[in-house]
């Protein structure tokens, strides 16, 4: 009778200790919600997204109604169009926190040795980091649409004075709203990837901060020596996020949806180099 019943348990127990993917996300989840440094950076993050949104709604005002200050005759963006672009004002320092937050939270395993416990639990690897990836993706996005909307409501009583103030349906205003969390998943993405690739925290936040922010200036210096570069320039992470949240299609730029493929490229081919690292080399 009782070797029967340890029979019977036999399979339940086997099912209850099998590491499902769903375990392994649950899990991912509980280490990043549980370390302080992640909601100190995800609060500042939003705050500096926003109260840099709220500071070029009123450089708009003014840039509006000062006569001298203003755009000059023959301009081709008007003031109306520029007001529009407000809500991912603060996508840049958004990026640079989220960059931050990612290669940090991948690269603090290796440097705590926590690493090891992870790869333990999950033998196979892979699903431990796509299910840090997921996380951190998921929060970025919600974050970015959250900033962004907020920045939309609190630039409408500062745009109103002008007669700037807009609603979510003008031109290009809801996607780029939304696609704002759309760059900052796929920016973590990249992150958690070059994170896991240099397996050094201060490593990783150069690296990506120099691909986000350095790189686009030095193609822009180099721009005038062969057109090729400029041509290379429109591929980068910074131009494809810049193409993803644009209310409107600037001359010679990609559009919203090839912005996002490109950006998207970017993720998955670091993601993708990252997985075949992690399973290969020792930790």
Do not use: C
Not at 197 to 212: E, F
């Amino acid at each position: 009778m009782s070797t029967a019943a340890a029979a019977a348990r036999g399979p339940r127990s086997s099912a209850a200790g099998r590491v499902t993917f769903a375990r392994v996300l649950h899990s991912e989840l509980i280490k990043t919600a549980t370390v302080p440094s992640t909601v100190i950076l995800l609060a500042v993050s939003f705050a500096v997204m926003v109260g840099l949104g709220a500071l070029v709604a009123w450089g708009t005002v003014q840039l509006v109604n000062d006569p001298v200050a203003g755009p000059p005759e023959g301009f081709g963006t008007s003031a109306q169009s520029l007001a529009y672009d407000i809500p991912a004002s603060g996508l840049p320092f958004g990026q640079l926190l989220i960059a931050a937050l990612a290669v940090v939270l991948i690269g603090s395993e290796y440097t705590t040795g926590m690493i090891r416990s992870t790869m333990v639990a999950v033998p196979t690897r892979t699903p431990a980091l796509l299910a840090k990836t997921l996380v951190i993706a998921v929060i970025s996005f919600v974050l970015g649409v959250l900033a962004a909307f907020t920045t939309y409501l609190v630039a409408q009583p500062i745009l109103s004075g002008s007669d700037l103030d807009f609603g979510l349906d003008a031109e290009g205003v809801l996607p780029s709203i939304i696609n704002t969390g759309t760059v900052l998943a796929l920016i973590a993405v990249m992150g958690v990837a070059i994170g896991a690739l240099l397996r050094n925290t201060a490593g990783g936040v150069v690296t990506l901060v120099g691909a986000l922010f350095v790189l686009p200036i030095i193609t822009g210096l180099l721009s005038g020596l062969a057109d090729w570069v400029e041509d290379a320039e429109r591929f980068l992470p910074s131009s494809a996020s810049a193409a993803l949240v644009a209310t409107r299609v600037q001359p010679d730029a990609f559009n919203q949806a090839e912005g996002g493929l490109i950006l998207a490229g970017w993720a998955v081919v670091l993601l993708a180099a990252a997985v075949v690292v992690l399973k290969k080399r020792d930790v």
